[in-house]
Every structure is written in C-alpha cells, then in structure tokens.
C-alpha cells in the first residue's frame, strides 16, 4: 500500500511545487531553484525507493475511481520501462533546475519559470505512469501545454511566441488524433485500462478498426517527436531557454512520442503497417535530421536538427518490430537523453558566456573555457557514435538490426545504407560543433568576454558527461540490470537474449561504424570551408521550408477561409442572428412532431373554472399590450409585464405550487424595481418623430416577425397542451415525494429536493446568481451615462421650480417630502420585514418559504429604506456589504457540503434531527438547514448588490453634473 | 383549464418572440420577461395541473405519490425564477452601459 500511495505523491508533488512556485517573489532566484530542485530530488527518491517494486516485471498500480460509469479510472501504474523514464524526468530535471538556477538572469520573472517548469514535470510523470489511457491522453495535452508555455517563456520575442504556437498547434492537433485512436483501442480491448489493453494485442492487430487506430496513434507520436513530416516545430521551439530546450525538446518531452511506440510496441507492431507508416517516417527524418543538422549556423538549431535525426532513428528501431530492434530503441532514449541533454547545456553556456550561438562568429573557444570544451567533446562524441561512449553501444545495435531482413521491401533493403549515411552526417556535424567553436583563430567581436561558467552551472554536464563514459566502458556493470527492467517491461516473455559488450568482434555492425566514422571526418574536411560562410540551412533544401508551408496553411484557414464564412454568412447585427436562432428552434420543435405524425386532437374546454379563464384574459391582454407599448410608454409597459407576473403567480397558487407563488411574487417585486432604476438611463423615445421615417421595408420585417412570432406561440401553445392532456407517467418525483420525510427530514419537497436531493445543482445555481451580481457590479463601476441623461429628470425640476417660487421652502424640499408617508411606514416596516424573513427561511423545510424566498424577503427589506430615506440616508446608517453576504453564502454552502467529508460521505450529504427547544418546541436541526442559510445569505447579497449598485448611478451622474457645473462657472 | 393555460402560454411566447425580434433594447427586455414567464408555464405545466394538491407531505404517514402534483417542475422553475432575475439585471445592465458608451439604445449599438 505504501509503495502505492508513494506513485501518488510522485505525481502530485511537481503540481504541488508549480503552484507554491508561482507565488514567490519575482526576484526570488534562489528559493525557486531549492524548491525545484527540492521537488525534483524528492521524485528521483521516491523513483528510485520504487525500483524494488518494479524489478524483474513487476508493477505498481494505484487505482482511483473517476467515472466508473464510462469504465475510467484514474490508474497510477509504474513498471520498468516507466520507472525508466521516470528516473529520467525526475533526474534530468533536477539537474536542469541547477543549470537553470544560474542560467537565468536576474532580469527574468522567474516564478512563471520554474511554476511551469515543475508543472511539465508533473505532466510528464503522469505522462509515463498513467495506467489508463484517457488519463494518458490527458497528461500527454498537459506536456503540450506545458511545452507551449515553456517556449513562449520571453512572450516580448516574436520568434518565441511563433514558435510557441506552431508547436502548440501541431502537437495539439497530434495529440487529438492520439485520444481518438486510443478510444478506438479502448474501444477494442473493451477497457481503456492499460493493462487490459497491453494483454490484448492479438485481439486488436486483428481487428477492422486496427489501422484507423494505428494511423491516429502514429500522428499522435510522430508530431511530439517531431518526425518528419511534422519536425519543423522543433527547430523553432529553440526560442526557449536553453534549460527548457535541454529538459523538454531532447531529453523528455520529445521522447514521449517513441515512449508511446514502445508503450503499445506489445498491441500495435509487427504488422507491415506499422513498419511501413513508421519505418517510412523515421528513415526519411533520420537522414534528413541528420543531413539538415550539418548546414545549421545556430548551436541550438544543430542539436536540434540532431534531435530530430536521433528521434528518427529510434522510430526507425521500433518499425522493425523485433524485441532485438525495440531493445536497442530503448537503450538508445536513454542514451540519447544524457549526451544530448549535455550537449544543449554547453551550448547555453556558450551562448551565456559570449552573448551569441552563431558558429560563424565563434571560434577557438578552448583557450578560454577548456573544461567545457572538454566535456562538449565527449559529449559530441557520444552523439557522432564513438566507441567508448554510451552512443556507440546503441549505435551499434543500430546497425547489427538494420543488416537483418524484417518486412522484405523497398525500405528494408534500403535501411543498411542509409544507416551508414546517416551515421557519416552525424560525425560530420558533431565535429563541425566542436571543431568551429573551440578549436581555430581566437574569436573576434563577441558580445561577452568568454570565460568558464560558475562550477555549479557546469557540474549537471559534468555528470552525464561522466554517465556517457561510464556507460559506454563498462555497460553491462552499469546500466545492464536497470535496461533490462525497462525491457521486460515492454516487451515481456518476449525479451531477447542480448549482450551489452562493447567488444563484438569485427562484424558487419563494426564496419559500418568504421565507415560513417572515415567518411564523416573527410565528409567534413571537405565541406568545411563553405560552411564557414553559408547562409543558414541546407542547399536546395534551404528554399523549401516547413515552417512556411504550415503559416500559408494557417493564414488560408485562420483568415482567408475565415474571412470569407464571416463575409458571406457572418452578420454583426443581433436581430438577424435572434431572428436565426428562433427560427431554427421552432424548426427543431416541428420536425420532430411532423415526422412522427403529431395529431394534437381537438381543444375542448372541459372543466373550465370561469374565474381562472377570466384571470388569463387579463394576462393575455397584459402579455399583448405590453408587446404593443414596449417602445414608446416603457413605464407602462413595465407594469403590464408585472399584470403578466401576477398572472402566472397565482396561476401557481391555483395549481398547487404555492412556493413557486411565494418567489414568482418576490422576485416580481424586485424585477419591477430594477427595471425602473434602469427607465432613468434609457432615452426619451417619441412615436411621433419616428413614424415619419418608416420604410416598406421596415414594414416587411415586422410582419414577417410577426408572423414568426404567431407561429411560434401557436406552436408552443399546442405541445404545452397536448403533454397536459395527456396521462402522467411515472417519474422520479414520486421518490421524492416518498423519501423527503424519511431521508431528508422536512415537508416541504420542493425545499428538499433544492437543499437536500439535488442540493449540487442548487450550489452551481447560487454560484451563477452570485457571478452574475459581481458582473453587475463591475460593469457598473465603469459605468458613463449618455450625455442626456445626466441633467436633473424633467420630475425633479419642476419640483425644485416649485420650491425655488415659493419663499417658505427650501430647493429639494418636495422630493424629499413627498412620499413622507409611506417612508415613514417602510421604515417601520423594516423589522417586521427582518421577522418574516427568518419565519420563511425557518419554516422552509416543512412549509413554503426556504433560502430564495427568505433572501429575496429580506433584500427588499433593505431596498425599502433604500426607496424611503434615499441612498445616502442609509448609507450613514447602515452598512450592508452585499459583496461579503455573497462570499459567506457560497463559503457557508461549500462548506456544509465539505462537512460530510469528515464524516466519510460523498460531497453535500446531509444529516437531520429533531431537537426539542423550550417553550417553541420541535424544530427541525438539518444540515441543509445550514446550507439554505448559505443559499439565504447569497441571494440577499446578490439581489441587494445589483439594486444598490444600480441606484448609485443617480449619485455618481449628481456628482458629475456639479463637477461639469463648477467647471463652466470657472 | 389546460387549454386557457396552454393559450396563454402561447401568447406569453409569441409577444415575447415578437419583442425579442424588435431593435430596441427595452424591447428585448421586456421580451425576455415575457418568454421567461412563459417558459416557467410550459416547465410547470410537465408534471401537469392539479388543485389543492402541494408537494407538501405529512410527517409519520406512509405518502402515496399519487396523492401529491409532482414536486420536480417546480424545483426546476423555482430556481429558474431567480437564474431569470439574475440574467434580467445582467441584460438591463449590459444594455445601459452600451446605451452610455454608443449613445443609442438600438440593439446594434448604432441606429441601421
């Protein structure tokens, strides 16, 4: 269990450090790089604690239930070949937190740095251990976006956010294909868990679905690996820091697109598709990695040209499709991530050191940093295949598997040459980095007096410039037993015998190496001078470049084709775009109903209670008339509407639904009120100005609205009374109703049901109502009345004219004097409007009432005084503070929910008793008691918020009119 | 009684159609109203209408569901009554910042 709980706390601590990361200071250089490097060791520890575990084809699992439902779980699973990577990822990354620390310049936000630095770890952890494969494809998305970030780091340089984009859009789109193709195999294997699926390969080689399938899987891998045709975006993702390109673009990140391959090496290979797709891929970007590598004039863009070759092969490695093939793919990822990772760090000193990455500036560096030169050497000769260095091993497994005849085709003959090619361009670039920056004339003109970095910058190259020695002198004795956990793991009974020595013999294998050694040493001598002084980028291929190709397809989609749908069918006015979508809803209402032969029989007024028909007449003029005056008497408008309101508030009262009543009634009153705070800002509308200018066509549209209007009424008419005539069936309401008593402990179902059964939708409801009243207010606070709506209102000057002729009264005494009266009596009634909100929030459980009802009640207690005394008058005397009842509410809510956690149930699981109180008697004591109080409190800081938020305006445009006064004066 | 509802039902929606469709944002508001209302109905209407019958049961005795109107439409509307206020003030809102920032309350922030 401990290890289990250990894979937990693996995945977890990287997210846990990003976000605790991100809040530092952002000069903090140091404490970022102890926590990450913190983080980063404790992962190497708990990888390596695991290593016990997963020995010899064992496997840790840890299983969470996600949504059982749709068979998902959220599966930890590490075996070998996943502890390899993970000893990867968490070492690598701790040495390049170290190399970051001093790589970065004070200059730099480093927050945002190592937040997403340790975030990609996480990502990438998850990536390599997830045990089912949604999860899998949800992590891999994680490390693209991660990635994304990462080489977007310095947004101010156009070259770092393009290339942070195309990488972002070709690995998105990979990654997408990727999660349909691992549906498809779940779908197969009839589990998405990793293990059941591993288990199923015969099953899913065979089926129909399996090159589709294949396909989808291929881009997916082949896009974060940057394959061809899909490697231009990592040359471009060399914008980062060079710690980001170290860890993400050679070392890790890249990598999970060949961990993939080998991940379903057990389902997917040994079919001639898989060796076509993937053998064509990987030899084409082995030597076109490779050849491309040589003309580069950038440090970075060789390794990262490099890369991609190196990529290449593996992916070559594992289209063969042996266990032999698939051992030395494996070998060399972790090869490939020491040298490489190495390498790029020496380039970044390099760059650090003399402010430029350009080799036809740089030259004859080894006077001035030969410790690093030193080390980029071996490096440099690991990655050219030199014996004695860990490259040459997997090279030379290489080769001895390129000889072998797997798929006998075209491509298959072809692989022993163009292996020996390739392996000649990669000794002609590995000697072209070191040869032109340290060895030749001193340099002249660099931006930095070269000079040896700070020891700790280089000790991360140090050490895996030792690992390449270590490993390449005596492998067996070193890395032997940790490859062979990594290759059981894949590959299982399967495993070949296979011998780690460096001393083969002289073989086939040898000779080759002998060869690609001589004829890229003479390869280079002889193109040495021209690449002294050549444009960047390869001849002939120079011209053609991916990354062009991938804008004009951007622009074409993103803005050709874009402007083009947006021209001819995009409109920016609303009425057309309404007029569209309720067109398209009647149609969708009728289709159905036409196509299954919808017959709504004859009306009939059977059982008609005349006083009900006469109530309705009122409320179909009041609908009627309040569409008729809508534009030019808003105000009687607004109170047709509230005849409408009142309508369907006692509709509900006579059917039964005498909540509905008691909020429709509330909410009734604030709506009337809000509607007239805003009356006040709208302008002055005169019918008979505006009929002088009606067109014929205005009058078109209007019929035609109107005729879709009556359809629509009609329609809805009819499907309202075709379901109400029909029988009821059974629905859930009837548990409800049986268990609202014995479950949840109140009366009142529809209370229940709200706090109680459904009490989650009821907090995403609260949650909405608050964000809409923060909205409000924010929208408010930038709020600039039209120019004419800032003078007095016509009311309020022929009061004051009224005041200012008489000598007795003062201006402004009749506006505040004449609702005396019922000022006074609201008031009064502020108390008593207190006591009934808390009788209806108390009796809600067993009676109409509840948390809405009470909160509205008692918002419209303080918009009283707020209508009564005037909006300073209670602000001198009350401080309400809606935003805090808004934050209490849903604090309130979200923690009654938490509470059942502690007590071991699900979220929002509620518990009630009775409690015998003195001298009231039984009351009931439910948690949901609490959470309606949470619901009570949002509701009146919500309500209470919008209203005042808007009556302030009238002090704000007061305020206004006396500055716009004073200044004229002056 | 279905059928008087069910016509005004139709006619709450067919005027708030007709608003919504209007140029002016007042209009449209008082649309929304009227087809909020309308559409309250409709869902309340789903468990079908029945008097003197409330979802509210007697503590300690065995409830026959038959004997109650059905409690979900009207948990369904009773939240939608509120969601409805909060949208309203939203809209009223939106409508009067762009009638301050345009200088006219055509729905298009410009008159056509």
Sequence with gaps: MADENLLLLLLALPFLGSILAGAFRSNARNAEAWLAGAVALCGLAITIYLYPAVDDGGVVRRQIEWIPSLGLGFTLRMDGFAWMFAMLITGIGFLVVLYARYYMSPADPVPRFFSFLLAFMGAMLGMVISGDLILLAVFWELTSIFSFLLIGYWYHNAAARDGARMALTITGVGG??????????????????????????????????????????????????????????????????????????????????????????????????????????????????????????????????????????????????????????????????????????????????TGTRDMRRLSGLFAFMPITATLAMVASAAMAGVPLLNGFLSKEMFFAEAIETH????????????????????????????????????????????????????????????????????????VGPYLHTAVVAVLGDATPQYSLAVWHGLNVPLIMSVIALIGGTVLYMLLKRYLSRCEEGPPIFRRLKGQRIFERILVTLSWRWARFVEGNLGTRRLQPQLRLLVVVAFLAALWPLFSAGFNPGLPSFDGLDPVFGMMWAVGIVCALAAAYQAKYHRLAALILVGGAGIVTCLTFVWLSAPDLALTQLLVEIVTTVLILLGLRWLPKRVEEIDAVGVTITARLRRHRDFAIATLCGAGIAMIAYAVMTRPVVDTIGDYFLEHAYSGGGGTNVVNVILVDFRSF??????????????????????????????????????????????????????????????????????????????????????????????????????????????????????????????????????????????????????????????????????????????VFSLVVGAVVLVLIALAHQSIRSYRVREAAKATEEA | MELVLAIGIGVMTGSGVWLLLRPRTYQVIIGLLLLSYAVNLFIFGMGRLRMNVPPVVEPGVPVDPAAFTDPIPQALVLTAIVIGFATTALFLVVLLASRGLTGTDHVDGREQ
């Design chain 1, 407 to 478: 798929a006998d085709s075209f491509l298959d003959r072809a692989l022993p040459y163009v292996a020996t090619v390739a392996g000649a361009f990669s000794v002609v670039y590995s000697l072209r980095f070191i040869h032109t920056v340290f060895f030749g004339p001193k340099p002249v003109d660099l931006p930095h007096e070269p000079h040896e970095p700070p020891h700790w910058m280089r000790f991360p190259i140090e050490f895996l410039v030792l690992a390449c020695l270590v490993v390449g002198v005596i492998p067996g004795l070193t």
């Design chain 1, 176 to 353: 997408l294909c990727l999660l349909v193709g691992l549906m498809i195999i779940g779908h197969i294997a009839g589990s998405y868990d990793l293990d059941v699926v591993l288990a199923a390969g015969d099953k899913i080689r065979a089926h129909d679905l399996y090159l589709p399938a294949l396909i989808l899987i291929c881009m997916g891998a082949l896009t974060k690996s940057a394959q061809f045709p899909f490697h231009f975006w990592l040359p471009n993702a060399m914008a980062a820091p060079t710690p980001v390109s170290a860890y993400l673009h050679s070392a890790t990140m890249v990598k999970a697109g060949v961990f993939l391959l080998a991940r379903f090496f057990p389902v997917l290979a040994g079919t001639y598709e898989w060796f076509i797709i993937l053998a064509f891929a990987g030899m084409i970007t082995l030597t076109l990695g490779a050849y491309f590598a040589i003309f580069q004039q950038d440090l970075k863009g060789l390794l990262a040209y490099s890369t991609i070759s190196h990529l290449g092969l593996i992916t070559t490695l594992l289209s063969l499709g042996s266990p032999l093939a698939a051992v030395a793919a494996i070998f060399h990822m972790m090869n490939h991530a020491t040298f490489k990772a190495s390498l790029f760090m020496a380039a970044g000193i390099i760059d650090h050191e």
């Design chain 1, 761 to 934: 939708d009821t907090m995403g409801e609260i949650a909405v109502l608050g964000v809409v009243a923060l909205t409000v207010f924010a929208l408010l606070r930038r709020f600039r009345p039209a120019a004419d709506s800032i003078e007095t209102p016509e009311q309020q000057r022929i009061q004051n004219a009224y005041d200012d002729a008489q000598p007795d009264r003062e201006t402004g005494d009749t506006a505040r004097e004449y609702i005396m009266v019922p000022s006074i009596i609201m008031n009064w009634m502020f108390p008593v409007i207190i006591v009934l909100a808390a009788y209806l929030f108390l009796r809600g459980h067993d009676l109409p009432g509840g948390g809405f009802a009470a909160g509205i009640t008692m918002a419209i207690g303080f918009l009283l005084q707020y209508l009564a005394g005037g909006t300073r008058w209670v602000e001198e005397r009350l401080r309400i503070l809606p935003v805090r009842w808004i934050g209490f509410g849903l604090l309130m809510a979200a923690a009654t929910g938490m509470g059942s956690w502690f007590l071991g149930y699900p979220f929002l699981t509620t518990y009630f008793q009775y409690l015998e109180v003195p001298l009231i008697g039984k009351v009931p004591a439910a948690t949901a008691l609490l959470f309606d109080l949470g």
